[in-house]
C-alpha cells in the first residue's frame, strides 16, 4: 500500500492511504485556523472520491484549535451524510483539546490505527 502526499499546508503536513473499505489520512503539524480551509476543502474532495469510511490519524499532531475542532465536527458529519464513518486516532493533547469541548464521542476517538481498522464494518 503506498501513501500517497497530501498537498496541505507548510504547518500542516500528511499521507493518504486508500485500502479496502477506507482511506487513513495520517498527519503531522497544527491543525489550526490557518491549515483548517485547506484541510477542509481537501479531505472534502477524498471524502466524495471514496471509499467514504475515514480513518484520522492525528497521534503525531501538535496543536488543535477551536478551528480545527471546527473541521474535524463538519468532516464527520460530511462522512456520515457519504453514509460512511469518521474515527480519529489521537494523542494525549488531541484528547485533551476534543474532551474539553465534550466532543470526544461525537467524534470517534480511537488509541490506534489498529482499532480504528477493527471498527469499519466490511462493504
Known amino acids: ?9 507548510v504547518s500542516l503536513r500528511g499521507t493518504r492511504e486508500v485500502r479496502e473499505n477506507c482511506q487513513l489520512f495520517r498527519l503531522t503539524g497544527l491543525l489550526d485556523a490557518f491549515s483548517e480551509p485547506t484541510f477542509s476543502k481537501v479531505l472534502s474532495a477524498k471524502i466524495e472520491e471514496g ?11 501538535d496543536f488543535v484549535d477551536s478551528s480545527g475542532l471546527g473541521a474535524l465536527v463538519q468532516l464527520a458529519k460530511k462522512a456520515k ?3 460512511g464513518t469518521l474515527q480519529i486516532v489521537t494523542n494525549a493533547r488531541v484528547t485533551q483539546t476534543v474532551k474539553l469541548v465534550r466532543l470526544e464521542n461525537f467524534l470517534s476517538l480511537q488509541t490506534t490505527v489498529e482499532a480504528a481498522l477493527e471498527n469499519i464494518k466490511p462493504s
Request: charge should be negative; glycine fraction near 0%; aromatic fraction near 0%.
Open 81 to 83: 451524510e457519504a453514509n
Open 51 to 61: 471509499p467514504k469510511h475515514i480513518i484520522l490519524d492525528l497521534s503525531q499532531i
Open 1 to 9: 500500500m503506498i501513501a500517497e502526499p497530501l498537498n496541505l499546508t
